[in-house]
């Protein structure tokens, strides 16, 4: 049987958790190479899970390895470089959120992808699950008619990872986050960059709309970063949207993730905390999901199955896809410029 051959660039905290247990766990999927520029740690790394080849030069795995997809887990600011490179060697690509740092760097992989006839995926766990595809579907199929308001909210118990503390539960791992991803503003770090981008990934695989303008201010972290974000987004069509986001529920809590869409024929409502995806109709055509227990919690394992079953040529579908991951960060980018003026910035 034929396996995706796959690489691993810039593996640290997320991509020793997960990514490469992913990979190695996943029969249709050969994971050729990891690269991390630090060599001691990229030793560890391989000797740990038996990867036979390790480089610190991303960019000689790549002319060697000519791998057929790349998983890209390095810092946010290392994104689009990375991307491009791994683009431009034939590799499809999952490029961990955010996609890239800036609106421009994000239209660029995504316009490379569509010239190399070469897929992104952008890791967004909750766009993976039954319930959220079942969403989805319905919003294709003009589930709430005409939008013409949208209420995103995310919350998630990371008052220490953007407070520069690190992140106390991640103590037993392998790797732990770096301050200077997750906390220096001047690296892209803070809850928007961090953690609103997955509550906006969700809400453009609901939503097929561009963002066209936001207004936002941010209350901030001790290290700089913002620990809340308060924002008015206008899409292109017209209609608006509130997003909030906040690092600071107490830790024996979960992620809550909570998206309204009001349109002209009805509502729909998806809550992973309780569990809840409704659509409510005028006309009283209701659907309710009857969602198992523990399904609303968080994982990332799908998306690199998706991204095997995309370089074999098997794959049905893209839950996130590089313009919805172009959609988010041209929100987060116009957020982030408006929270420096004080005045709405264009995301267009």
């Known amino acids: 049987m ?115 006839g070469l897929q992104i995926v952008v890791p967004y766990g909750w766009n993976f699950k039954d319930f959220t595809r079942t969403a989805a579907d319905l919003m294709r199929a003009g589930g709430v008619g005409t939008i013409r308001h949208v209420v995103c909210q995310m919350a998630s118990p990371t008052e220490d990872l953007f407070g520069g503390q690190g992140l106390i539960e991640t103590k037993d791992h392998m790797f732990q986050p770096k301050r200077d991803t997750w906390a220096d503003p001047a690296n892209a770090g803070g809850y928007g960059w961090g953690q609103l981008s997955h509550a906006l990934g969700l809400m453009y695989a609901l939503v097929d709309d561009a963002p066209a303008q936001v207004y936002a201010i941010a209350g901030k972290s001790p290290a700089g970063v913002d620990w809340y974000d308060a924002a008015t987004l206008r899409f292109a069509s017209g209609a608006t949207a509130v997003l909030s986001g906040s690092s600071t529920v107490p830790k024996q809590c979960g992620y809550q993730v909570d998206i309204r869409i009001f349109g002209s024929e009805g509502m729909l409502l998806i809550d992973v905390e309780r569990e809840r995806m409704e659509l409510r109709r005028k006309d009283g055509r209701d659907t309710v999901l009857d969602i198992p227990k523990g399904q609303g919690a968080y994982e990332c394992i799908e998306p690199t199955q998706r991204l095997a079953q995309i370089c074999l040529g098997t794959a049905t579908r893209n839950e996130a896809p590089g313009l919805i991951g172009q959609r988010a960060v041209e929100t987060l980018d116009a957020m982030y410029r408006s929270i420096t003026s004080g005045k709405p910035e264009a995301a267009t």
């Open 2 to 116: 034929r396996k995706a051959r796959i690489a691993v660039l810039g593996a640290g905290w997320w991509g020793a958790q997960v990514y490469i247990p992913s990979l190695l766990a996943d029969p249709t999927v050969d994971l050729v190479a990891v690269n991390r520029r630090d060599a001691t740690a990229l030793k560890d790394i391989t000797d740990k899970f038996g990867i036979a080849r390790g480089y610190t030069d991303y960019r000689e795995l790549l002319a060697v390895e000519k791998p057929d997809g790349v998983v890209i887990v390095s810092p946010h600011t290392v994104h689009h470089e990375q991307a491009m490179a791994s683009l431009h060697a034939g590799a499809h690509v999952l490029v961990d959120k955010p996609m890239a740092t800036s609106a421009a760097q994000a239209r660029e992989i995504v316009s490379k992808a569509a010239e190399m």
